[in-house]
């Protein structure tokens, strides 16, 4: 801060300096979120491995972007998802900066009418000054000059990365408060509210405030623009990078508890409607939808907000749900019914109902948003008779076919995201193990590729597991079961090859984060934390009254 030439009275002095330092000390904490760190800013967090990662995330959230022959603003042709890994790739920056400011600037992650060609020619907010506007008022321009600014603010010259004891163009460093623009009004600022001072507390936020240099409105800065404050709800609530979250369905609490899977907390515990059962998201995670058992409703929360935007009435004691692939249906399994609904995502309504299934239980979804199909397990007494899958073609809108695995088929699972052609296998848990084949209670079925004819479904294999009771999760390479035995018992995919058992009382849901497994107990009403690298504990969080599912955001 340079030095006052005015004389200033020593008390007024010493007030101005308490101020400054608290306002420096109030801020530096929000300032210095986990996900405002020097590893994000470079590397970002393995959200993406190749262009085609970006153009799925584009895709997923209807971007305009998600275009591989996009027209520039001067004509040209560009994809702009290789156009943002390329930039991150050259300059050594992470593709989720690249994204991140896109949305903060001017929302065009989740826009999916195109942008006006004056919003074009400051997509990034890339202002170069008056030496050579021009050059920078394409998309392609702001993309790459953003991605090389981000990149120079770390350099030698400036922050010096990674001793971060320089001097950023701008005048940030890290660790000593600066102040903030005095947006001019007529700008959409407001000096009302800034500027204020802040403390940057490493080379990321230094940089990020060379950028932008003022707050905004969420850290109780200006309120009539974003700045810097954009971060959290784009980082957290709408992107979720780096911070995986674990929805847990309370059954008898009638409570959705939120865990943050980095600190391991419960961040917010969602009131519902009695019996919380199973749960599913949409596509891009920004809605879940909860089966409400006991109230024969499903619940959609706004995954965003926390809240419950509405209650749909389904049919009697709603078991399963799944969301389609495009995001456009979701289906809820009537167990009492025995009816499956099927809920238009854009009205929020049941658009159809499908009658005649006997005790229908688990619902999957497996395919992506080019084809699909729905597989719904039915359970047909007696005892001594096998028990389908039945595969629905949400085009002709019939089952087309049905496939015989044990008994009581109660989930299943596969992975996500991938065409049927290029990943057709959906294993299938039964409560009660297989009648005929006494020794096998999991299933593998081999769902049939809708573009070939004649590609019909089959059961392709058969596990040995100890009463698989409710949950399959299937992960990167690996599948989880949860067991009427107390564990959960872990495989690599495709093979009945058990590679460890984790212990727990009462297992139910699973979900998988990283490295973390979140296994929910029922008796305990607790989800247990295990460490998949060093196979041990880590923590037990309390959530509400008898936890059944378990799913993470996507």
């Keep these: 801060m340079a030095v006052r030439r005015h004389v200033i009275p020593v008390m007024f002095f010493v007030i101005v300096g308490i101020a400054i330092y608290s306002l420096s000390f109030a801020q530096g904490p929000r300032y210095n979120t986990p996900y405002m760190s020097n590893e994000w800013y470079l590397t970002g967090c393995n959200t993406f491995s190749s262009a085609e990662d970006v153009y799925a995330f584009l895709d997923r959230y209807g971007s305009f972007l998600a275009n591989e022959a996009f027209k520039d603003v001067d004509g040209v042709i560009i994809n702009p998802a290789q156009l943002i890994w390329d930039a991150a ?99 959409g600022g407001c000096p009302e509210l800034e500027p204020l001072y802040v403390t940057p507390a490493n080379c990321a936020v230094a940089a990020l405030f060379t950028y932008t240099p003022y707050v905004g409105q969420y850290w109780g800065g200006c309120y009539k623009s974003g700045g810097n404050s954009l971060f959290e709800p784009i980082w957290e609530k709408r992107f979720h990078f780096c911070m995986p979250i674990i929805y847990v369905a309370n059954y008898w609490g009638s409570t959705v508890s939120v865990i943050d899977a980095g600190t391991l907390t419960v961040k917010k515990n969602i009131p519902v409607s009695s019996g919380p059962r199973r749960i599913a998201f949409s596509p891009g995670g920004r809605h879940a939808y909860v089966t409400c058992s006991e109230a024969n409703r499903l619940a959609v929360i706004n995954a965003e907000t926390g809240s419950v935007i509405k209650n749909i009435p389904v049919g009697d004691f709603p078991y399963d749900v799944a969301a389609s692939p495009d995001g456009k249906k979701v289906y809820v399994t009537n167990l009492d019914s025995e009816t499956m609904s099927v809920i238009d995502t854009g009205t929020l309504s049941v658009v159809k109902t499908i009658f005649g299934l006997r005790g229908p239980r688990a619902v999957h979804t497996i395919g992506d948003a080019s084809a699909y199909r729905v597989l719904v397990g039915i359970h047909i007494p007696p005892s001594f008779i096998n028990d389908p899958v039945f595969i629905y073609d949400p085009v002709t809108d019939e089952f087309i076919e049905s496939v015989i695995v044990g008994k009581i088929p109660v989930d299943m699972d596969s992975h996500r995201g991938k ?43 058969r596990i040995i597991t100890d009463r698989p009771n409710f949950n399959i999760e299937v992960d990167r390479n690996k599948v989880y079961v949860s067991s009427g035995t107390e564990k959960v018992s872990e495989y690599p995919f495709l093979s009945d090859v058990n590679e460890w058992n984790y212990y727990i009382d009462s297992p139910k849901g699973i979900a998988r984060a990283g490295n973390k497994l979140f296994v929910s107990s029922s008796s305990e009403n607790s989800v247990y934390v295990f460490d998949e690298v060093t196979r041990s504990l880590i923590t037990i969080i309390p959530v509400g009254d008898s936890p059944a599912g378990v799913a993470l955001r996507p």
């Design 89 to 187: 790739q050259t300059n050594g920056v992470s593709v989720e900066l690249l994204i991140f400011t896109l949305e903060k600037e001017q929302r065009a992650i989740t826009t999916s009418k195109r942008l006006p060609n004056w919003r074009l020619k400051k997509i990034m907010g890339y202002d170069p000054g008056y030496n050579y506007p021009e050059r920078h008022t394409t998309v392609r321009a702001q993309t790459d000059w953003a991605a090389w600014q981000f990149k120079r603010y770390l350099g030698k010259k400036q922050l010096n990365y990674p001793l971060c004891n320089g001097e950023t163009v701008g005048g940030w460093r890290v660790g000593i408060p600066k102040m903030t623009t005095d947006n001019d009004p007529k700008e």
């Design 419 to 461: 065409a049927i052609s290029e990943d057709p296998f959906v294993y299938v848990s039964d409560l009660i193990r297989n009648p005929l084949d006494y020794d096998y209670d999991l299933m593998v079925i081999r769902v049939g590729d809708p573009n070939v004819p004649g590609d019909y479904s089959e059961l392709y294999g």
